[in-house]
């Protein structure tokens, strides 16, 4: 059989910037056996496969593939699905429209995604969680968090001396490390052997997320019409397929309520600007909301812009 796919760049406003996605959108004829291989000959870090609703309230149902596997939850697939559904025409945007809300149907539970329009087409797409957030501790601490990646026990931590490693999740989990700066984040690199001792035998996660705040000077060089970061992350994962992610909305989402939960007020609204992929030769702005109520994170959004890259055909093997 032959099936059309598309690639995009999500969390990005320009071509070859963010993470590229592929997206098959209509894969009820594709064998569950072959959607894993395809999504490794593809070797991007996700590829999302469309279905129709389950449900009487989903827009549609995807399923999201890494080269390693399926995985229940991912943001720049969520993102960049609901951004190719208006885009494309399958979900109708009226023109005097401001917004469409997608329900895209995941194995952790509908995902409400809020697709901005200007003029009927799509200019970005922000996600809200379905998962409550949840955390565990860390009890390695900075140093064994430093030998994961490589760096000093000093570089753990922000410089202000606020926030430790904790895993955290928003429906994915992860390894949450904060790093002093970023010329710490940029000289990290993942140790796995270092990784496997300390992480043990059944960590809450394996996936590590760095997260520093932004170098004042970012913002004109990488963006030129963006404003300044607050937040500067990287993310690695090689036992899913993917040494470093350009840009992982489903972390970015689990930091969303490790800050939500440390802001220190009991009710509110914070938003953050997310770059990643810099060091890749990637960039990637990833926006962050949080809102607070009674002290802990109730309700964490992440968006961004994407971009159309290129459509193809794949002819797959019968049975």
């Known amino acids: 059989m032959r099936t059309r796919y598309h690639t995009l760049d999500v969390f990005t406003d320009r071509l070859f910037g963010g993470n590229p996605l592929a997206v098959f959108p209509e894969a009820t004829g594709i064998p569950d056996a072959l959607l894993g291989p395809i999504a490794r000959e593809l070797n991007l870090s996700e590829t999302v496969f469309v ?13 999201i593939f890494t080269p390693g596997g399926e995985v ?12 190719f559904l208006v885009a494309s025409g399958a979900v109708s945007a009226p023109s005097d429209a401001g917004a469409v809300e997608v329900v895209l149907e995941e194995e952790v539970g509908p995902v409400a995604v809020t697709v901005a329009l200007r003029d009927g087409a799509p200019r970005s797409a922000r996600l809200t969680t379905a998962a409550a957030h949840r955390e565990w501790p860390f009890p390695a601490g900075a ?4 030998a994961i990646l490589e760096l000093d026990p000093g570089d753990i931590g922000w410089a202000d001396g606020a926030h430790e490693p904790v895993f955290a999740s ?9 790093v002093r700066d970023a010329a710490a984040l940029a000289r990290a690199r993942l140790d796995e052997a270092a990784r496997r001792t300390v992480l043990g035998a059944a960590p809450p996660a394996t996936m590590v997320y760095l997260v520093t705040p932004a170098p004042e000077t970012d913002g004109p060089g990488e963006w030129p019409a963006l404003p300044p970061a607050d937040l500067r992350t990287r993310m690695f994962a090689p036992e899913i397929g993917v040494s470093e992610d350009p840009a992982t909305g489903s972390a970015c989402a689990a930091l ?6 440390r ?12 770059d990643q992929g ?8 990833l926006e962050l909301d949080v809102q607070v109520s009674g002290g802990g994170p109730v309700r ?6 994407c971009v159309a890259v290129a459509r193809a055909e794949i002819d797959l093997p019968d049975g």
């Open 256 to 261: 969303g309520g490790y800050l939500g939960s």
């Open 72 to 83: 229940p939850f991912a943001g720049h697939p969520t993102v960049g699905a609901a951004w």
């Open 51 to 63: 279905y129709p609703p389950r449900s009487p309230g989903g827009t549609r149902r995807v399923r």
């Open 300 to 305: 964490v959004r992440v968006g961004g812009a």
């Open 278 to 285: 810099v060091e890749m030769g990637r960039p990637s702005r």
């Open 170 to 178: 928003a429906g994915l989990p992860f390894l949450i490390v904060p």
């Open 263 to 274: 802001l220190g007020v009991a009710d509110g609204e914070a938003l953050w600007r997310v």
């Open 143 to 146: 140093e064994g968090a430093a």
